[in-house]
């Protein structure tokens, strides 16, 4: 049984699938499961993955995007379960067995049996050195500011004490002022580069954390690429390719405004729909665009949420230092 949290965990794993393995079970079909599931198949083992959602990736992408990642991964032969949970992990025997894993049990009743189990369900936050602290930690990261400046338990900025990175939930004012938290290496330097500029400036010279959120994967010789928060969306159109090839872009919307921008294959126009993001640029995107698909039409987006509206805002600049917000209207149910 592994869970992938440390370069050391990386290598067991790596370890444990080039040893040839008779059957390797992910549970969960995050981007880490799903990347672990393309290995597998890279290496030509046989993989199920587990997924108690509809789809793969719905948690990042919507259920509509993550069918289009379903597809993909049965395509290459993965046998993919959705719907459905692990109940049980079993060795040889009644406990007296080897100690090594030989079968899953599954909530529809069905049995695998499988050498290899790779949990893939989420990451954990290290905010317990912080009980008792006064600061604004818990399960989900260190509540912050804009500038990176932590929170106490009051909900009062405290201005010596600065957070960046994975645990770190800071307002975004493009996602209505909701605390987001990003497990991506990009976001962790840029925060950072925002911290220790505020740490040594004065209030008037501090910068606001506004880039927009980016990450990127690689499965099953498809890159997937993103900008934006797919999740904050009540639509998606396929704007440019095609699903069928699987190189597309999908736009995402909220409330008439481009919310994110997701590529499979097509990661070199996500910067155009960045500046559309910025500025709050309707949606559906009405200019012409290169590889448009014929009949093209915003469908739900089928998220796992549905966000709460607040102000629409639109962001200008382009350095941490010129980086601001204006506000251009609000929204109400």
């Known amino acids: 049984m592994?869970?992938?949290?440390?370069?050391?965990?990386?290598?067991?794993l790596r370890q444990a699938l080039t040893a040839g393995p008779g059957r390797v079970l992910v549970i969960g079909a995050g981007f880490t499961g799903c990347e672990v599931a393309s290995a597998c198949r890279e290496l030509d083992v046989p993989v199920t993955v587990v997924e108690q959602g509809t789809a793969p990736l719905t948690g990042a992408l919507g259920a509509v995007i993550g069918g289009v990642a379903a597809q993909m991964q049965r395509d290459h032969g993965v046998d993919l379960r959705c719907g459905?949970?692990?109940?049980?992990?079993?060795?040889?025997?009644?406990?007296?067995?080897?100690?090594?894993?030989?079968?899953a049990r599954l909530s529809d009743g069905s049995t695998l049996d499988v050498d290899v189990a790779v949990a893939a369900l989420g990451s954990i936050r290290n905010v317990e050195w912080l009980e008792g602290s006064g600061l604004a930690a818990g399960v989900w990261g260190v509540a912050c500011d804009a500038g990176c400046r932590v929170l106490d338990v009051n909900g009062v900025i405290t201005d010596d004490v600065f957070v960046a990175g994975d645990v770190a939930r800071f307002p975004h004012p493009v996602y209505d002022y909701q605390l987001l938290a990003l497990e991506h290496w990009g976001n962790?330097?840029?925060?950072?580069?925002?911290?220790?500029?505020?740490?040594?400036?004065?209030?008037?010279?501090?910068?606001p954390h506004l880039a927009l959120p980016e990450f990127w994967s690689t499965q099953f010789g498809t890159e997937i690429?993103?900008?934006?928060?797919?999740?904050?969306?009540g639509q998606v159109v396929i704007a440019q390719?095609?699903?069928a090839e699987r190189r597309f872009v999908a736009v995402y919307g909220y409330r008439g405004r481009i919310t994110a921008a997701v590529a499979f294959n097509q990661a070199k126009w996500l910067e155009f729909y960045e500046r559309l993001i910025d500025r709050a640029a309707?949606?559906?995107?009405?200019s012409r665009i290169v590889d448009e698909p014929a009949g093209r039409r915003p469908v739900a987006a089928e998220v796992p949420d549905r966000p709460t509206p607040q102000a629409t805002v639109v962001v200008t600049g382009h350095e941490p230092s010129e980086r601001r917000v204006a506000l251009v209207g609000k929204t109400y149910l």
């Open 241 to 243: 390719g095609s699903v």
């Open 84 to 103: 459905v949970q692990v109940e049980a992990l079993e060795g040889e025997g009644d406990g007296d067995g080897d100690g090594l894993l030989r079968r």
């Open 282 to 286: 309707p949606f559906p995107p009405s």
């Open 188 to 207: 962790a330097v840029a925060q950072a580069e925002i911290a220790a500029h505020n740490m040594i400036s004065t209030e008037s010279e501090r910068w």
């Open 2 to 12: 592994f869970t992938v949290h440390t370069p050391d965990d990386v290598d067991g």
């Open 225 to 233: 690429k993103s900008v934006g928060v797919p999740t904050y969306a």
